[in-house]
């Protein structure tokens, strides 16, 4: 292939093999997803990019017109387009649309990546008073995703949008803005409306405008309008308002305390609301970006990282002082005080070893001083083996009490550290470990894992929907740290772990984790003495598999 260089440009992007959608960029020879510019930016100085890219060659019989065959895909690196069957290239190359962008592109200027009408942030998108989360940017509602025309069950929905065929079915599916109506050209000549999140044939689309309505200024206005709203409802609204503040938290420092949020660049201070928080973005740094930012170091700043060089340097050596290591290609780091990973950013690091979760593990771990007091134990705590315990091995998990699915690293406090092809180990939650993986039976076997397994009690659940801790499995470990079962998570202090308790993540998982009751399962007799081996034999064997 030409290696031209090219300045930053969406030429440069299609060179790279990027295929780029409105806030989706994927590679299609590394298979990989990206969100923005510069993590696009970054994967493609990435070594095992560059040695793809080297490898690759035009087809001989299309050298002219740039087309590519990439996996099972042909790529046309001129309009950026994809296809699967050979037979289309033909039709592509004469079509007018390849012949006038083919033509702009050996004579026009380098095009620049188009501005995003909306915002992208945490996990939602923002296009004015719209708000989509990703299965709903990905079009995927009522348990079928509409750009893939197929069902998706909602345990699947996350692994199915990172498919390539459906980012690829994605990204070439056409978006329309027009004044308010915002809306997605989908399978079946059908249409997605981003403002009600239904589907409508293309006879019906234009007639359903008059009965649209925006679901979340719908459940904002009704609840405002609710005097005696339930705490249900209030901790929805809440839910819609912070899904807002979130797209621009990060030009603002935030005071949750005083509900006021101080902007970044020029000190300004407005309220914790959505409006006049994106309202003072847009008068006063159109461009969310100020020529004199402080350069204290108690500031957050952004900091990419690159391959080589000194600031990437700059960020292992920080990481290192705060326990975080950059993963083996810098994209990611990972913090062995929390056992998480987190963008390779300076920025990212920073919010990370502030936040309350961090310091909290690091008081815990005797690694600062103790500055929480000591917190009332206002819970009844239970033996793992008070419960009915059934092994689902087609699920590799427990089925414990016919309500709570448990997997079997979760259930022996296990947690394998994936992510890192150089670093294969896992964790262990109880004895607070390291050991390398396939060695987890044997840790699980040793006198001090099993006396530590035992001792974390089970926090008995309520008994019914008011009553704390219903349809949980939460472990004691020790004191101030507990394990989330349902998710295989630890935090530290009741704070952290009634947060997880309430977010989006944890409640998923809680509502959609449920085992085929025909499965075959293995029913264990927990008043045996020899329980916990068996245990073992069975399950950590058939996890190794």
């Known amino acids: 292939m030409d290696k031209t260089v090219i300045p930053t440009s969406m030429e440069k992007l299609y060179k790279n093999l990027i295929f780029c959608g409105e806030i989706d960029f994927y590679c299609i020879g590394c298979r990989e997803l990206f969100h923005s510019i510069p993590e696009v930016e970054k994967h493609i100085r990435w070594e095992k990019h560059r040695t793809f890219l080297k490898n690759q060659s035009y087809i001989s ?112 599916s056409k978006t329309i803005y027009e004044e308010e109506r915002y809306y997605r050209l989908v399978c079946r000549n059908q249409r997605f409306c981003f403002t009600c999140k239904k589907t409508f044939s293309a006879e019906d689309f234009d007639d359903h405008w008059s009965t649209c309505q925006n679901i979340e200024v719908l ?46 660049y020029c ?80 920025r990212v690091f920073k919010i990370h070893i502030r936040g309350y979760i961090h310091k909290g593990f690091l008081e815990i771990q005797g690694l600062t001083p103790p500055v929480h007091e000591p917190e009332p134990r206002d819970f009844k705590t239970i033996s793992v083996y008070d419960y009915s315990l059934e092994y689902i091995p087609s699920e590799k998990a427990f089925h414990i009490d016919n309500k709570y699915v448990v997997d079997v690293f979760s259930f022996f406090l296990l947690f394998k550290i994936e992510g890192n092809p150089h670093v294969k180990k896992t964790k262990c939650f109880a004895c607070n470990e390291l050991i390398a993986q396939g060695q987890e039976r044997k840790h699980c076997e040793t006198a001090e894992h099993k006396e530590k397994f035992l001792e974390a009690k089970l926090i008995e659940p309520g008994k019914n929907k008011d009553a704390p801790n219903f349809g949980e499995y939460i472990r004691e470990i020790k004191p101030n740290l507990y394990h989330c079962g349902l998710c295989n998570r630890t935090f530290p202090f009741r704070a952290s772990l009634e947060f997880h308790k309430a977010s989006n993540g944890h409640q998923s998982i809680k509502t959609n984790r449920i085992v085929n009751p025909e499965a075959p399962a293995i029913v264990f007799n927990t008043r045996h003495d020899d329980v916990y081996i068996k245990l073992l034999t069975i399950c950590l064997k058939d996890q190794a598999k």
């Not at 079009?139 to 909602?154: A, F, G, R, S």
């Not at 300004?268 to 461009?287: A, G, S």
Request: proline share 3%.
């Open 219 to 264: 459940e904002i206005q009704r609840l405002k309008e609710t005097r005696t709203a339930a705490m249900e409802d209030i901790a929805k609204m809440q839910e819609i308002q912070k899904k807002l503040i979130s797209t621009v938290q990060e030009f603002y420092w935030v005071d949750e305390k005083n509900n006021i949020a101080t902007c970044r």
């Open 267 to 346: 000190k300004t201070v407005v309220n914790i609301l959505f409006k006049p928080m994106i309202d003072h973005m847009k008068n006063k740094h159109d461009n969310h970006q100020s020529s004199d930012e402080s350069s204290s170091d108690e500031e957050v700043q952004f900091s990419e990282v690159i391959d080589f060089g000194k600031r990437r340097k700059e960020l292992a050596e920080f990481g290192r002082q705060h326990h975080v290591r950059l993963n083996h290609n810098a994209s990611k780091g990972w913090c062995s005080v929390c056992d998480c990973y987190m963008s390779a950013h300076k």
């Open 61 to 172: 019989s299309y050298k002219k017109d740039c087309i590519l065959k990439i996996h099972e895909h042909f790529y046309c690196e001129i309009c950026n387009y994809v296809f699967t069957d050979k037979d289309h290239i033909i039709i592509h190359i004469e079509s007018e649309s390849h012949i006038s962008t083919k033509m702009k592109r050996n004579t026009g200027p380098p095009t620049e990546p188009p501005k995003f009408i909306g915002i992208y942030d945490s996990e939602y998108v923002v296009i004015k008073k719209v708000i989509l989360d990703m299965p709903q940017w990905n079009t995927i509602t009522n348990q079928k995703c509409y750009v893939c025309d197929e069902e998706v069950p909602n345990t699947l929905i996350r692994k199915h949008m990172k498919f390539g065929g459906h980012i690829i079915n994605l990204i070439q």
